[in-house]
């Protein structure tokens, strides 16, 4: 039990635990409540949280009746990944740390190896109907390539985006590839399915994303939609829902759909199966 600023029998109790590399690290401070006035608690109390933002672990203060911050962030990433949490336009305020140990503790990229787990087991059963018909329709950003070094650098999703620097960024075509996606690509071009990518980035940005795409290892597509002019304005699900509808007026069977936004797979013509990518950083609705 955690108490902070109340009086439990003739102490008081902070208790803030660091969360690293899956290790968890438990600080608690026990005062006297007649030695030690509420106004040195207090200071101490900021002190402790200084220490955990500095040396940048997550922390985690909990409060007599209240859900600690870090079950409130886990909270919030689940809602946001089952698609209840829609249309946020930064991650919710104290959750930066969180999410920064999400992504780069591990727990990320052990969520995405998982799916692709159950991708790779859903392709190989299917009975491919041949003809080069059968198609796979990918997601760009943070699907097949990682923008995790740059989200790194602004805040984990925690300011608004900044068009500006993403398109610094973006012009480098230095985003990797997401390891274990890029194991399921070659897998379906070793099988001979036609695989297709189909981002939101306007068509202006064909040439840095088909650099970025091979350099990544992705160098085989039987098809890269990219926004045409007047698909701008276009919500993201209506846009990627009329490409993949073109697509199966032209003969082919979507058998498999992977985004890292509900956008990219709800709508219509998503695909015998669709299959989500973990990202807690924005959402694109």
Known sequence: MCWLGESRGDTKDIRIVFVKDKSFFAFQV?????SMDMKTLFFLGVLFIHMAMTMGDFYDI????????????????????????????VIP????????SYMLGGQYLSDVDLMVQEAMSYASKVQLEGGGRDAWVF????????HILYYSE???????????????????????????????????????WSVFFLTGRSEKRRNVTEENLQRAGFTKWAGLFLRQEGEDTLPAKVYKSAKRHELEMGG????????????DLTGYSTGERVFKVVNPMYCIP
């Open 30 to 34: 026990c005062f006297l409540a007649h």
């Open 62 to 89: 909990t409060v007599q009746g209240e859900p600690s911050l870090r079950t409130k962030c886990e909270s919030w990433r689940v809602n946001a990944e089952i698609g209840n949490a829609i249309g946020w336009v």
């Open 139 to 146: 997601d760009i950003d943070d699907t097949v390539l990682s």
């Open 93 to 100: 305020s104290g959750c930066e740390a969180y999410v920064r």
């Open 252 to 263: 082919y069977r979507i058998w498999g759909n992977m985004g890292d936004q509900w956008s």
């Open 154 to 192: 602004h805040h984990f999703g925690a300011k608004p985006f900044n068009r500006t620097s993403w398109v610094e960024w973006e012009n480098l075509s230095a985003a990797p590839a997401i390891e274990s996606i890029a194991l399921l690509y070659n897998q379906l071009i070793n099988e001979h």
